[in-house]
């Protein structure tokens, strides 16, 4: 019994994220004013992660089984939480010193 519940849950989650991508795509092709500044931010959100990913130090830990990849996979993860983190507080700080102004 718990087998085909468990079965019909991965089954049910799949059919969630396949047609969450699908309207996400067909709204992109049907709507591309529209959401060029979203592909714009999806794309320096990858380009940050890319920099970071390329950042990491690649590290190997044969204790926690965590090879290069993961290793760098991780630390550019990191990285890139960071650089978010900061650049929020940034662009904070930032809108308050503006508005002061105005």
């Known amino acids: 019994m ?20 699908g309207f996400a795509v067909w709204f992109l092709a049907k709507n591309f004013k529209k959401s060029k ?4 931010g999806a794309l320096g959100l990858v380009v940050v992660f890319l920099i970071a990913y ?18 760098k996979l991780i630390g550019g993860s990191l990285i890139t939480l960071y650089i978010m983190f900061f650049g929020t507080i940034v662009a904070a700080i930032y809108s308050e010193i503006a508005k ?3």
């Open 37 to 40: 500044n979203t592909l714009i």
């Open 2 to 21: 718990i087998d085909i519940a468990l079965y019909l849950t991965y089954f049910l989650v799949l059919a969630a994220v396949v047609l969450v991508l």
């Open 54 to 71: 390329f950042l990491s130090s690649g590290e190997v830990y044969e204790k926690f089984q965590i090879t290069e990849g993961i290793s």
């Open 100 to 102: 002061l102004f105005k």
